[in-house]
């Protein structure tokens, strides 16, 4: 009878290594991988790998940012999506509002005012490719099925620097892809949020709140926070704020009145009348920031909040 000749255990080793390397696990990792085959068999193979594998490669998610922990992401606290208005169905699709949003049309107002709240503007970008206003890839992929074409940001402040707020306007396909993507983001915000812009003046702290209103086929989202980190307290009107920021909102009625060519009454959520907003130079538009690192995008910042008092 022929022996079969047996293999060294040096060359059983240098394979098995050579296989374990090809799966990206180190000189100790491998250490560990043998062992666990010598001393419990294949079971021992298959956990041993899923844990090492798990720990290269981050298998278990990571835990959700809160605001203002990790400059660029953050998580609102809760957020909450409403429907569209019947006043703006003439601009349910794209196709009847083609003109594309500029920070001038949306946050050309210096401040934005409800009640006894005002907010004075920080810094406003324009964003041509969607997924550049956020963080998670859930979201930019959201955003990419809504057909969204534009992100335009507004980032504003109480004179006091106590609250701080961000406005943010999607272009989508549809008031259907609009209604779409709030409803997606109800569980989205959870593990993927809107970029806050950037201020020295301003920033979200480990609280905040958001709310989405679906407005024909744009998606607007409200960002408001204390920008110490606080929960509100009895003295903290964050419903006034919320309303402050929708002023914003102004220029898609405006667009109705364009596309239907007859005055329209701006139906208001519940809250003061109307108030006029001063005027000023109007934000830079994209490519006239020298600050703007990304194509197609821009950005601008106010001057301090104490010397425009």
């Not at 809760?78 to 083609?98: C, G, H, Y």
């Not at 534009?150 to 980032?155: F, N, S, Y």
């Not at 201020?199 to 609280?207: D, E």
């Not at 998606?219 to 606080?230: E, K, Y």
Request: aromatic fraction near 6%; charge should be neutral; proline fraction near 6%.
């Amino acid at each position: 009878m022929t022996k079969r000749k047996r293999r060294s255990s040096a060359q059983a080793e240098g394979r098995t290594g050579a296989a374990l390397a090809d799966l990206g696990l180190d000189d100790r990792q491998q250490r560990v991988v043998v062992w666990s085959v010598t001393a419990g068999g294949v079971l021992a193979i298959a956990l041993v790998l899923t844990l090492v594998v798990n720990a290269i490669g981050g298998g278990q998610p990571q835990s959700a940012q809160v605001s203002g922990e990790v400059p660029g992401e953050g998580l609102p606290a809760s957020f909450q999506s409403w429907p569209s208005l019947k006043e703006l169905a003439p601009i349910a699709d794209r196709k009847a509002d083609t003109a594309p949003l500029t920070v001038q049309e949306v946050f050309g107002a210096r401040t934005l005012t409800a009640g006894k709240v005002t907010l004075r503007r920080l810094a406003s970008r324009l964003d041509q490719a969607c997924a550049g206003a956020v963080w998670g890839a859930d979201l930019s992929e959201a955003l990419a099925e809504a057909g969204c074409g534009q992100a335009v940001r507004g980032l504003y402040a109480t004179a006091d620097g106590m609250y701080v707020t961000q406005y943010t306007l999607f272009n989508l396909t549809d008031a259907t892809a609009a209604q779409s993507l709030a409803k997606s983001m109800e569980s989205l915000y959870r593990g993927a949020w809107v970029q806050p812009l950037a201020s020295s003046r301003a920033k979200f702290g480990a609280y905040s709140e958001a709310n989405a209103y679906v407005l024909g086929h744009y998606l607007g989202v409200t960002w408001i926070g204390r920008a110490d980190g606080a929960e509100p307290g009895e003295k903290d009107d964050f419903i006034m704020l919320g309303l402050a920021a929708r002023e914003a909102e102004k220029a898609l009625f405006r667009r109705v009145v364009k596309v239907t060519g007859v005055p329209s009454d701006p139906a208001q959520p519940p809250g003061p009348a109307d108030t006029a907003q001063p005027t000023e130079e109007p934000p830079s538009e994209p490519g006239a920031s020298p600050a703007v690192s990304a194509p197609g995008a821009s950005t601008s910042e106010e001057p301090s909040v104490s010397a425009a008092r």
